[in-house]
């Protein structure tokens, strides 16, 4: 069974508690997102997934002490998924994607920030690529700090 919460300590050790057929496809969304991700992110494991983030000494600042997670990658119990808080993070990056991704043909099964997959045939690579490559650190930061700041005005 795929792990849903992995304490595996790096993404190859996660990559090899996967069943072979899992195991290709979150190496090769991995592989895509590693090409696409912009300077100033690091991949590590968090959250019990592969996750691309802001670290600490980049931007210390967080609500919970821990790196900001920009994407991520995950085997859960019935689908994998990746995560892209960086365009769900800004309407028109989210509203991009989305519509980009019905252009695709394919059948979009989305959260409130992941994109869920059954299989890599499931997934248009090309346009999780394009994603990953679309917010630079600076601007993933911003993004944050504005948020917060909208969240601490409306209290």
């Known amino acids: ?26 190496a090769a969304v991995r592989a895509v997102i590693r090409r696409n991700l912009p ?6 494991m968090n959250w019990g997934m592969i996750a691309y983030e802001v670290p600490l000494r980049t931007f210390p600042d967080t609500y919970n002490g821990q790196p900001l997670m920009y994407a991520a990658l995950a085997s859960q119990k019935r689908h994998m998924a990746v995560y892209l808080s960086g365009i769900y993070g800004s309407e028109p990056l989210r509203a991009w994607f989305e519509d980009a991704y019905r252009a695709t043909g394919l059948r979009m099964d989305i959260g409130k920030s992941c994109v869920r997959f059954r299989t890599l045939d499931d997934l248009p690579l090309d346009l999780v690529g394009e994603a990953i490559a679309a917010v630079p650190v600076d601007e ?8 917060q700041s909208l969240r601490r005005s409306r209290r």
């Open 1 to 26: 069974m795929s792990p849903v919460h992995s304490a595996a300590a790096s993404p190859r050790a996660y990559l090899d508690e996967l069943p072979d057929d899992r195991r290709r496809a979150v």
């Open 39 to 44: 300077r100033g992110y690091r991949e590590a």
């Open 140 to 147: 993933f930061i911003a993004m944050h700090e504005a948020a």
